[in-house]
């Protein structure tokens, strides 16, 4: 009894100085952060804190790995012992559950606006992620599952892609119970693209050769629409197939969602709005980021807690720098593809007549993209604010919601909140 009270002593003390350790590196973080000089009463610019897996390999531009995806700072915390296999069980043992809240709580002491994960199976420790964090944290692009299906007929179906279609069980489970949607519906279909070519890296933590999986990524997809023509989204389960999501776009005309949109979303919420709103409020990102390799930010011992080492060979670093070099190219081909898509937003507007502020719905300027506006004739305010469409007005908001769609366009919404009574005709 006496050998296990040292034993433990021993271990409160080692533990001990790793807290002091990270306390350390968390003031020096935080000392390099602060603003100084003309800028020093700016707010920071919104970051996304991303709690990794025990799991080392080289991703794509697009992954959730790759800073590169992401147009704002991004800090990483891996958790020592947290597999890819212990993920897609969906069970935590204790120590590593202990390690999950140290990365959350980390990621939220460096400063990150919101916390994802970089697996989509930590889906499953929503609920407790949702306990540790104080900030908003998503484990999954499946958090988007909700406003998608929301904005689709009921009889519109949505594709959702998998890394494994027979391992995705477990958070179609917490959705049902922790986020009232149940994504086992018929009219959500879910495909593995684990017979994918090339596709197979990705469980063996191998490069994905992107140019190799995409058309198979296509063909695939392809299929899936022509059997079932009446999936109107799609939404990339894996944060490995968002590199994908643009070709997705290009050849199916079809919304895609993925962990990058997801973190955009949640990202965007703490962004200074250039178009409207208060000035300079906020420092403008310096569009670098920081560099990071499995094992950074964990001290000695926690780092030879790790089942995958960090491999910091000359060619693994080389490999890297060289996807980098290729993020200018990847990038032009992106803005090629949104310039041929150029996506356009309609509105439905109230018979109602005002000078909109910019930021409103109604002021053009409000938007960096193509806005058309359509007008309900007989639409007042107060017919919205009832709840209640005349039959004469119920036919011209069809008729506006088909007028914007004939002229293209790629999402439609209203100007007057009210409007949400309508949802289900719409």
Same mark, same amino acid.
């Given at each position: 009894?006496?050998?296990?009270?040292?034993?433990?002593?021993?271990?409160?003390?080692?533990?001990?100085?790793?807290?002091?350790?990270?306390?350390?590196?968390?003031?020096?973080?935080?000392?390099?952060?602060?603003?100084?000089?003309?800028?020093?009463?700016?707010?920071?610019?919104?970051?996304?804190?991303? #709690?990794?897996?025990?799991?080392?390999?080289?991703?794509?531009?697009?992954?959730?790995?790759?800073?590169?995806?992401?147009?704002?700072? #991004?800090?990483?915390?891996?958790?020592?012992?947290?597999?890819?296999?212990?993920?897609?069980?969906? &069970?935590?043992?204790?120590?590593?559950?202990?390690?999950?809240?140290?990365?959350?709580?980390? !990621?939220?002491?460096?400063?990150?606006?919101?916390?994802?994960?970089?697996?989509?199976?930590?889906?499953?420790?929503q609920v407790l992620a949702r306990k540790i964090a104080s900030k908003p944290i998503f484990m999954s692009s499946m958090v988007q599952?909700?406003?998608?299906?929301?904005?689709?007929?009921?009889?519109?179906?949505? !594709?959702?892609?998998?890394?494994?279609?027979?391992?995705?069980?477990?958070?179609?489970?917490?959705?049902?119970?922790?986020?009232?949607?149940?994504?086992?519906?018929?009219?959500?279909?879910?495909?593995?693209?684990?017979?994918?070519?090339?596709?197979?890296?990705?469980?063996?933590g191998q490069k994905v050769d992107v140019e190799k999986v995409q058309p198979g990524i296509l063909q695939l997809v392809k299929g899936?629409?022509?059997?079932?023509?009446?999936?109107?989204?799609?939404?990339?389960?894996?944060?490995?197939?968002?590199?994908?999501?643009?070709?997705?776009?290009?050849?199916?005309?079809?919304? #895609?969602?993925?962990?990058?949109?997801?973190?955009?979303?949640?990202?965007?919420?703490?962004?200074?709005?250039?178009?409207?709103?208060?000035?300079?409020?906020?420092?403008?990102?310096?569009?670098? &980021?920081?560099?990071?390799?499995?094992?950074?930010?964990?001290?000695?011992?926690?780092?030879?807690?790790?089942?995958?080492?960090?491999?910091?060979?000359?060619?693994?670093?080389?490999?890297?720098?060289?996807?980098?070099?290729?993020?200018?190219?990847?990038?032009?081909?992106?803005?090629?593809?949104?310039?041929?898509?150029?996506?356009?937003?309609?509105?439905?507007?109230?018979?109602?007549?005002?000078?909109?502020?910019?930021?409103?719905?109604?002021?053009?300027?409000?938007?960096?993209?193509?806005?058309?506006?359509?007008?309900?004739?007989?639409?007042?305010?107060?017919?919205?604010?009832?709840?209640?469409?005349?039959?004469? #007005?119920? &036919?011209?908001?069809?008729?506006?919601?088909?007028?914007?769609?004939?002229?293209?366009?790629?999402g439609i919404t209203g100007d007057c909140g009210f409007m949400m009574a309508f949802q289900p005709l719409a």
């Amino acid at each position: 009894l006496h050998q296990e009270l040292v034993d433990s002593h021993n271990e409160l003390r080692n533990e001990h100085a790793h807290l002091l350790k990270a306390h350390e590196d968390l003031v020096m973080a935080m000392r390099e952060n602060a603003t100084n000089g003309s800028d020093k009463h700016l707010k920071r610019h919104p970051a996304l804190g991303v #709690v990794r897996l025990d799991y080392e390999y080289p991703p794509a531009p697009g992954d959730s790995d790759h800073p590169g995806s992401f147009g704002y700072d #991004v800090y990483y915390r891996c958790v020592p012992g947290l597999t890819f296999e212990m993920c897609q069980s969906g &069970q935590f043992t204790e120590l590593v559950e202990r390690r999950f809240a140290d990365a959350i709580k980390h !990621l939220e002491a460096r400063g990150a606006s919101a916390i994802t994960g970089d697996c989509g199976f930590m889906m499953a420790f929503q609920v407790l992620a949702r306990k540790i964090a104080s900030k908003p944290i998503f484990m999954s692009s499946m958090v988007q599952c909700p406003i998608i299906a929301a904005s689709l007929d009921p009889d519109d179906d949505i !594709l959702i892609l998998t890394a494994n279609s027979e391992s995705l069980k477990p958070q179609k489970e917490i959705l049902l119970t922790s986020c009232g949607f149940d994504v086992s519906k018929e009219r959500f279909h879910i495909h593995g693209c684990q017979d994918v070519p090339g596709f197979e890296a990705v469980s063996l933590g191998q490069k994905v050769d992107v140019e190799k999986v995409q058309p198979g990524i296509l063909q695939l997809v392809k299929g899936i629409l022509k059997e079932k023509p009446e999936i109107r989204a799609i939404l990339l389960e894996c944060t490995e197939l968002p590199p994908y999501a643009d070709a997705l776009r290009y050849h199916t005309g079809l919304p #895609v969602w993925d962990a990058i949109t997801a973190a955009d979303f949640y990202v965007t919420a703490f962004r200074d709005e250039p178009r409207f709103g208060q000035k300079d409020w906020q420092r403008e990102w310096d569009g670098e &980021q920081e560099t990071y390799e499995l094992g950074h930010n964990l001290t000695k011992d926690e780092q030879a807690l790790l089942v995958n080492k960090a491999q910091k060979n000359l060619g693994k670093k080389m490999e890297a720098l060289s996807a980098l070099s290729k993020r200018q190219e990847i990038e032009q081909i992106q803005k090629k593809v949104r310039r041929q898509q150029a996506p356009i937003l309609g509105v439905i507007r109230l018979d109602y007549n005002y000078p909109p502020a910019p930021g409103d719905v109604d002021f053009p300027g409000t938007y960096n993209y193509d806005v058309l506006f359509r007008v309900v004739p007989g639409f007042t305010f107060a017919m919205a604010q009832s709840g209640q469409l005349s039959e004469d #007005v119920e &036919q011209e908001f069809i008729d506006a919601v088909k007028w914007l769609e004939m002229r293209g366009v790629a999402g439609i919404t209203g100007d007057c909140g009210f409007m949400m009574a309508f949802q289900p005709l719409a």
